[in-house]
């Protein structure tokens, strides 16, 4: 799959980008069920909110190989490889639930800002890629975005028991009316797309409607991590590129 020019200058002006119908109903049901069997686990990198509900779940493709299936797909590596320039490797792979009802909020921030600090990456040449397994509206939780953000560069956040969350003047100076914020809504099987300088976040899903979405975190492989300070099943060290797979990542694992 490769973008339009169309869809191309879209992401350069607002640094996110929601593509349509990428995961068939098939793919989505297959991914949705693994994401929920994954926090069946008690594992180091599954992490929880405060009250024990499921908050992330990192680094799964390296134990699964339907997840494996998919950090290859062509879907995703292309279009990321065509905005990047050059060959990518695997920087983080993630399983957000939001689950319905306790899905807790994350605050504005900016992903380069800990991607450079904490990870030791250079550049923001990492790219996010995430796959809606959900229907997401800015009812249950959808990533909310600041367009154009990512043309500030990086924005210093402190780090703050290990989180680097924007400071509220910083949010300040970037929103200053509704419009300055665009929610990322999308359907089962699309694919959002989006810089790690643009600034977003996502409320928390009070409603009984879940809004699982699954993340890959491509990075261009002569940008690779010089001094990571986190855990390597959040901040990868291997750093050999993608082997890209064509076709449906069922058929991957069959």
Same mark, same amino acid.
């Given at each position: 799959?490769?973008?339009? @020019?169309?869809?191309?200058?879209?992401?350069?002006?607002?640094?996110?980008?929601?593509?349509?119908?990428?995961?068939? @109903?098939?793919?989505?049901?297959?991914?949705?069920?693994?994401?929920?069997?994954?926090?069946?686990? !008690?594992?180091? !990198?599954?992490?929880?909110?405060?009250?024990?509900?499921?908050?992330?779940?990192?680094?799964?493709?390296?134990?699964?190989?339907?997840?494996?299936?998919?950090?290859?797909?062509?879907?995703?590596?292309?279009?990321?490889?065509?905005?990047?320039?050059?060959? &990518?490797?695997?920087?983080?792979?993630?399983?957000?639930?939001?689950?319905?009802?306790?899905?807790?909020?994350?605050?504005?921030?900016?992903?380069?800002?800990?991607?450079?600090?904490?990870?030791?990456?250079?550049?923001?040449?990492?790219?996010?890629?995430?796959?809606?397994?959900?229907?997401?509206?800015?009812?249950?939780?959808?990533?909310?975005?600041?367009?154009?953000?990512?043309? !500030?560069?990086?924005?210093? @956040?402190?780090?703050?028991?290990?989180?680097?969350?924007?400071?509220?003047?910083?949010?300040?100076?970037?929103?200053?009316?509704?419009?300055?914020?665009?929610?990322?809504?999308?359907?089962?099987?699309?694919?959002?797309?989006?810089?790690?300088?643009?600034?977003?976040?996502?409320?928390?899903?009070?409603?009984? &409607?879940?809004?699982?979405?699954?993340?890959?975190?491509?990075?261009?492989?002569?940008?690779?991590?010089?001094?990571?300070?986190?855990?390597?099943?959040?901040?990868?060290?291997?750093?050999?590129?993608?082997?890209?797979?064509?076709?449906?990542?069922?058929?991957?694992?069959?």
């Amino acid at each position: 799959m490769k973008l339009t @020019a169309a869809q191309l200058q879209e992401f350069n002006d607002n640094g996110f980008l929601v593509v349509r119908d990428i995961f068939t @109903a098939e793919e989505v049901d297959a991914l949705r069920a693994e994401s929920v069997a994954i926090f069946e686990h !008690e594992r180091s !990198e599954v992490w929880r909110e405060k009250n024990g509900a499921p908050r992330t779940a990192f680094g799964c493709h390296e134990y699964n190989e339907l997840f494996r299936s998919l950090t290859r797909d062509s879907r995703l590596v292309i279009p990321v490889e065509q905005i990047i320039g050059e060959k &990518l490797y695997i920087h983080q792979f993630k399983v957000n639930p939001k689950v319905a009802f306790d899905g807790d909020p994350f605050p504005w921030h900016q992903d380069f800002v800990t991607w450079h600090y904490d990870d030791g990456m250079p550049e923001p040449r990492g790219m996010n890629i995430a796959i809606m397994l959900d229907d997401v509206t800015p009812n249950n939780g959808a990533l909310m975005f600041v367009p154009g953000s990512h043309g !500030e560069g990086m924005i210093e @956040a402190p780090d703050v028991n290990g989180r680097r969350w924007m400071e509220r003047r910083d949010v300040a100076r970037l929103i200053k009316k509704s419009s300055d914020i665009v929610a990322a809504s999308g359907k089962a099987g699309d694919v959002l797309m989006f810089h790690g300088n643009t600034v977003h976040g996502s409320a928390g899903n009070i409603t009984p &409607l879940p809004r699982r979405i699954l993340y890959v975190t491509y990075n261009a492989v002569s940008n690779y991590l010089r001094e990571p300070k986190r855990a390597s099943f959040i901040a990868h060290r291997t750093f050999e590129p993608v082997d890209t797979v064509v076709g449906q990542v069922l058929h991957a694992v069959s």
